[in-house]
């Protein structure tokens, strides 16, 4: 199997169905759609339920862990040869797989870096949060180098794309407690890594909404 999905829920009854939805229309068939409700007190696990595709794998954890736990299971779960993390609430655009397919078969990195929709009361505005040139192939060192001398750095796990066994022989996991996890993520995954991709694809839309995590004032964690 080529890519794996993993989509951690928790509260989401109202986004859910939105972000599946968009999953399931691209132009390739080999790829797996893992939810993960982390013990949601709203009707999110009956969401996911209600798909009917062969796609789609409920899982219904036991205990609340958090987001970064999550990610870590749904990584075990995961079948593909490459993982792909999408939030709850986000989407992702129309038949952007074909095109992230097409670039990994050829090229094999490590990691694939891709751009985003920017999405607000309604608006979208794309985002090109590398400075690094697209549809190209870095050496991992370099690419860190070149991105943190302009003052940039591509952070959210969303926006990119892992290949599996990468992530399992160097161990790389989400830290558990903390928010804003990415931001220790991204850097351990570029120290790690070897090749790194970058495709001119904006192929996520990132939801802003003002009771999500990140837009919470108390960041304490």
């Not at 691209?26 to 999110?44: F, G, H, K, M, R």
């Not at 094999?108 to 607000?120: C, E, R």
């Not at 690094?132 to 050496?139: A, L, Q, W």
């Not at 796990?157 to 220790?184: I, M, P, W």
Request: with cysteine; proline share 1%.
């Amino acid at each position: 199997m080529f890519l794996s999905i993993i989509v951690p829920a928790y509260n989401v009854e109202n986004y859910l169905k939105k972000c599946i939805d968009s999953l399931l229309i691209q132009n390739i068939d080999d790829y797996e759609i893992i939810i993960l409700n982390d013990c949601s007190t709203d009707a999110t696990l009956e969401v996911a339920k209600s798909f009917n595709d062969k796609k789609i794998r409920v899982i219904d954890k036991k205990t609340n862990t958090g987001l970064s736990d999550t990610r870590n299971i749904g990584i075990e779960y995961a079948s593909g040869e490459y993982i792909m993390f999408v939030d709850s609430d986000d989407s992702i655009s129309e038949n952007c797989l074909r095109e992230i397919a097409d670039f990994i078969s050829i090229e094999k990195t490590d990691i694939v870096y891709l751009k985003y929709n920017l999405v607000k009361n309604g608006y979208s505005k794309k985002i090109e949060h590398f400075s690094s040139d697209s549809n190209k192939v870095y050496e991992a060192s370099e690419f860190l180098k070149r991105e943190l001398a302009n003052r940039i750095l591509p952070i959210a796990a969303c926006f990119a794309v892992y290949k599996k066994s990468f992530l399992v022989e160097n161990g790389l996991k989400f830290q558990v407690g903390y928010l804003h996890e990415d931001e220790l993520w991204t850097p351990m995954c570029l120290l790690k890594a070897k090749r790194v991709g970058t495709l001119d694809c904006y192929y996520y839309n990132y939801i802003i909404r003002e009771n999500s995590i990140t837009q919470k004032k108390n960041k304490t964690k």
